[in-house]
């Protein structure tokens, strides 16, 4: 079922990059199909526990029975809370795998994708919030133009807004389809699904308040990690790699860099790679999803 749902990116790298102990406590915040964290739970011994989370039930269906294992529904900017729930203090390391599942893009029925005409949902939690097609609907022309320019680095952002409140004073955008309608015009032919892809994630980012909660996760795993404990994050796109890169660095999201007495960095963190880690030639073919993956890991002071 794992291997259908979602194959993982970076995988060895990623869980390398724990330096698993074999009765330590880890996090896998990002559960997905399961493959990080059966490759976390096959380095752990029998005293060990891994905790993973998702929002999404489709990701019930890969529920690891294991004794050493806990499945949190929940989303992951609430980690510090349910560790807490679960009486730990600390954690020996935590995964994230930022992407979304290639099982989210290949579902027609979650409007993730521009490839089916579905409605436009969008939310990883289907459970709650405002789907895709409300904020398209809704939202005022300023704040589109915000999400189109923050969220996908639109450089025409301004006329995607436009376009959107005309065609919705017309119809309502219910679905792909109409969202195409609305701004086909705009996208040149040569780029337009480099383009799309682009709308599309920026519109699932403010969806699903992807930003928040990550800050949200980060500020909670810096404070659960134990002396010694590792962080490995991946990332997919500039957003999500800046505030993991600050975290790192600075030990907060905007990256402000405190110094002591002797001009050192104040940061929790140390690097364990200098450089982002990035998938092999091999893998980019085999899962072309991973193309614009990059590791990083840092240890807590």
Sequence with gaps: MSDVYHVPVLLNESVDGLDIQPNGIYVDVTFGGGGHSREILSRLGKNGHLYSFDQDADAEKNIIDDKRFTFVRSNFRYLKNWMKYYGVNQVNGLLADLGVSSHHFDDETRGFS????????????????????????KAEEEKLADIFYLYGEMKNARRLAAAIIKKRTEKTICTTQDLLDAISAMLPKEREKKDLAKIFQALRIEVNHEMDALKEMLKGATDLLSDGGRLSVITYHSLEDRIVKNVMKAGNAEGKVEQDFFGRIKSPFQLISGKVITPSEEEQQQNPRSRSAKLRIAEKK
């Design 114 to 137: 521009f490839r089916f005409d579905t409605p436009l949902d969008m939310r990883m939690n289907k459970r709650a919030g405002q789907t895709a097609a409300d904020l398209l609907n």
